[in-house]
Structures are given as structure tokens and as C-alpha cells.
């Protein structure tokens, strides 16, 4: 069992940042890589960003490269969303999740594991 809990959404006006925090623990050993997603009402859970845990190496959809940062700090067992130049069309519920591979790390239902998701609204 993996126990994913994020923090850090919130209200901010466009143009500005909002870092999010997403904590790991249990059998993180499955956990070889890490995803954001994020989902708008009425509107799918997308792809936002994913990063390996074994080499850092980090995936992002098009529309928030240059934008956004996703990191991982090994000793606190934690991954980071760093979100700059934010856009009303960024307003969603935020989730992190955790997967066993890194194959297809843009896929949601390749992720078993979830957090209980965190609110960004961007004010435009």
C-alpha cells in the first residue's frame, strides 16, 4: 500500500505560483514514478507532469512546459509541482499518484495509487 498526500492548492491570480507538495509513504518501492494530474469540473483527469524516481528523469504535457517544475526530494520522500505563470485554464483539482512503472506514465490507469487531490484556482 502506497498513502499519497498532497497540500499546497489554493486561490491565486493569474500570473502567480503555487507550489505543491505531495508525500509518499508506505511500500514506496512502488512507486517508480510519479505523476500530477489534474481535473477541471465537468471535465476529465488529465496528464500535468511525472517524474522517475530512479533517475529524475521528468514528463510534461505540452501546454505547461516552461511553466512548470516537478521535483523530488529523496529524503523527505516527497515530489513537488512548482506552478509559475499561472492561467485561469490551470484551475483544476490537483492529484498526485504513484505507479509501479514508468512505461506509460501519461496514463492514468496505469496509476494505482492516488492522493485525495488539492484545489487550484487561478483568478483571471
Known amino acids: 500500500q502506497v498513502l499519497l498526500v498532497e497540500s499546497g492548492g489554493g486561490l491565486v491570480q493569474a500570473g502567480g505560483s503555487l507550489r505543491l507538495s505531495c508525500v509518499v509513504s508506505?511500500?514506496?518501492?512502488?512507486?517508480?514514478?510519479m505523476g500530477w494530474f489534474r481535473q477541471a469540473p465537468g471535465k476529465d483527469r488529465d496528464f500535468v507532469a511525472a517524474?522517475?524516481?530512479?533517475?529524475?528523469?521528468?514528463y510534461y504535457v505540452d501546454s505547461v512546459k516552461g511553466r512548470f517544475t516537478i521535483s523530488r526530494d529523496v529524503a523527505k520522500n516527497t515530489v513537488y509541482l512548482q506552478m509559475n505563470s499561472l492561467k485561469a485554464e490551470d484551475t483544476a483539482l490537483y492529484y498526485c499518484?504513484?505507479?509501479?512503472?514508468?512505461?506509460?506514465?501519461?496514463?492514468?490507469?496505469?496509476?494505482?495509487?492516488w492522493g485525495q487531490g488539492t484545489q487550484v484556482t487561478v483568478s483571471s
Open positions: 499518484a504513484a505507479a509501479p512503472s514508468s512505461r506509460r506514465y501519461y496514463l492514468k490507469t496505469d496509476y494505482p495509487y
Open positions: 508506505g511500500r514506496t518501492v512502488s512507486s517508480s514514478v
Open positions: 517524474i522517475r524516481w530512479s533517475d529524475f528523469t521528468t
